[in-house]
Nanobody, 125 residues
Framework: VQLVESGGGLVQVGGSLRLSCAAS????????MGWFRQAPGKEREFVAG????????YYADSVKGRFTISRENGKNTVYLQMNSLKPEDTAVYYC???????????????????WGQGTQVTVSS
């Protein structure tokens, strides 16, 4: 099982980035997925989660209205569209999968058991 993030980079304040997470090794379409981030000196925090079908999504208050999580089950890929980026969004972003709960919801309290290696997002002011 492997999760590989891509799409990170350096962007100016107010800019946009789209992160992708490609999953391989098994079918992920029946499982919830999520995005987390960790800034230097801070703990990893939940950013967004999506249910197995994509019908339900959940966001941290800090990103609501700016970030959108989505998935393409046919491609085993989950995305995080990030708009109106702020310096405080600077962090390493991680993709995660909950492979122990079939038809999971992706709520913030989900315990994710598979993680990607992360991709750096830097927002300059």
């Amino acid at each position: 099982v492997q999760l590989v993030e891509s799409g990170g980079g350096l962007v100016q304040v107010g800019g946009s980035l789209r992160l992708s997470c490609a999953a391989s090794g098994r079918t992920f379409s029946s499982y919830a997925m999520g995005w987390f981030r960790q800034a230097p000196g801070k703990e990893r925090e939940f950013v967004a989660g999506i249910s197995w079908s994509g019908g339900s999504t959940y966001y941290a208050d800090s990103v609501k209205g700016r970030f959108t999580i989505s998935r393409e089950n046919g491609k085993n890929t989950v995305y995080l569209q990030m708009n109106s980026l702020k310096p405080e969004d600077t962090a390493v972003y991680y993709c995660a999968a909950d492979l122990t709960t079939p038809t999971g919801w992706g709520t913030p309290d989900v315990v994710y058991d598979y993680w990607g290696q992360g991709t750096q997002v830097t927002v300059s002011s």
